[in-house]
């Protein structure tokens, strides 16, 4: 499968992004879907994630009540809703893909490791 993030650009603090990660070649629906992202000079970080069937979401502590991932599979689509906007979400944000299941209570979404596709990225920047 290829991803193809878009949706970021610039915004104030507090401002509002929706970024989008479409899927070609295989259909999402079979995946669970992570986000990363990764700022100048720091390790690239988990952000959010969703279950292949959307019933399950997992959000890092900074971006909790926040953003919110949700999914479209029927538009092959993940989206990532980016709201009250900080500089220190300012970052490269890539989507990635897990073709294995995610058991409950199993943690397998936070690392890089377990995603078998990724996108692009796309630059969110945030200004003060």
């Known amino acids: 499968v290829q991803l193809q993030a878009s949706g970021g650009g610039s915004v104030q603090t507090g401002g509002s992004l929706r970024l989008s990660c479409a899927a070609s070649?295989?259909?999402?629906?079979?995946?669970?879907v992570g986000w990363f992202r990764q700022a100048p000079g720091k390790e690239r970080e988990f952000v959010v994630a969703i279950s292949w069937s959307g019933a399950r979401t997992y959000y890092a502590d900074s971006v909790k009540g926040r953003f919110t991932i949700s999914r479209d599979n029927a538009k092959n689509t993940v989206y990532l809703q980016m709201n009250s906007l900080k500089p220190e979400d300012t970052a490269v944000y890539y989507c990635?893909?897990?073709?294995?299941?995610?058991?409950?209570?199993?943690?397998?979404?936070?690392?890089?490791?377990?995603?078998?596709?990724w996108g692009q990225g796309t630059q969110v920047t945030v200004s003060s």
């Open positions: 070649g295989r259909t999402l629906s079979s995946y669970a």
């Open positions: 990635a893909a897990d073709q294995d299941p995610w058991p409950y209570g199993n943690n397998r979404y936070l690392f890089e490791y377990t995603y078998d596709y």
